[in-house]
């Protein structure tokens, strides 16, 4: 599954898309880990967006929170969450090649964040690579109660509202199972990824502010 070679070597921003349109990606062993090496996994998680599941209790929380949503206002801050150890993670696989390399996607305009806020202080969040329609999602954090949760229902909701076809979640885990995400075999994910990044999406979206009921209306529509 993992092609295990340091590929620091001349990789920019700019390759890193191109293995993300050829369905690969980087990782490393963990923080402390200055190498990078691919990964190509035989089955890859997706949440299909027009079968997205938003649990009754969680769709009254995002409805009704006082928690505070918004996108790309501090990438910094959100891949600092995503690399904290936390009780299901001792360690973290973000180490410094990729804080840079995500970091230059996100000034390029292909990173994205969906930031969670308690008054100023960030709770929660995701971060995630667009290409055409696909959307790559790469981690995210709580401090908390739900404060993930709320950030990927406000996050489907863009997409939809974009027009994104692919939400791509690497793998699969028990957790995502109750949004609707599953595997795909690698030939039907190519398929998936082809189609999506021949096309636009329409960007915009992660700039705009959605109440939480918008946000539900438009994730489960």
């Not at 980087?26 to 880990?33: F, G, K, N, T």
């Not at 390399?101 to 964040?113: K, M, P, V």
């Not at 998936?192 to 636009?200: D, K, M, N, T, V």
Request: hydrophobic letters at 45%.
């Amino acid at each position: 599954m993992a092609r295990r070679d340091n590929i620091l070597i001349g990789l920019t921003p700019e390759v890193l898309l191109k293995a993300y349109a050829c369905g690969i990606f980087p990782m490393a062993e963990d923080a402390d880990d200055p190498a990078l090496f691919w990964i190509d996994p035989p089955e890859r998680g997706i949440i299909p967006l027009d079968g997205f599941h938003i649990p009754s209790r969680l769709a009254r929380t995002v409805r009704t929170t006082g928690l505070t949503v918004a996108c790309d206002r501090d990438f910094s801050a959100v891949i600092d969450g995503c690399a904290e150890p936390g009780p299901q993670r001792a360690r973290t696989w973000i180490n410094a090649p990729i804080r840079k390399l995500y970091s230059g996607l996100f000034e390029i305009g292909h990173c994205h964040t969906v930031e969670v806020y308690d008054g100023d202080t960030l709770v929660g969040g995701l971060y995630g690579v667009s290409l055409g329609r696909a959307f790559f999602g790469e981690s995210m954090f709580h401090r908390a109660r739900d404060a993930s949760k709320i950030a990927l229902v406000h996050l489907v909701a863009r997409l939809k509202l974009g027009g994104f076809e692919l939400l791509d979640t690497q793998f699969l885990t028990e957790h995502l199972t109750t949004f609707g995400a599953a595997e795909v075999p690698q030939a039907r994910y190519g398929k998936l990824l082809a189609s999506a990044i021949r096309q636009s999406a329409n960007m915009s979206v992660f700039a705009r502010t959605l109440s939480g009921a918008e946000a539900v209306a438009l994730a489960r529509g």
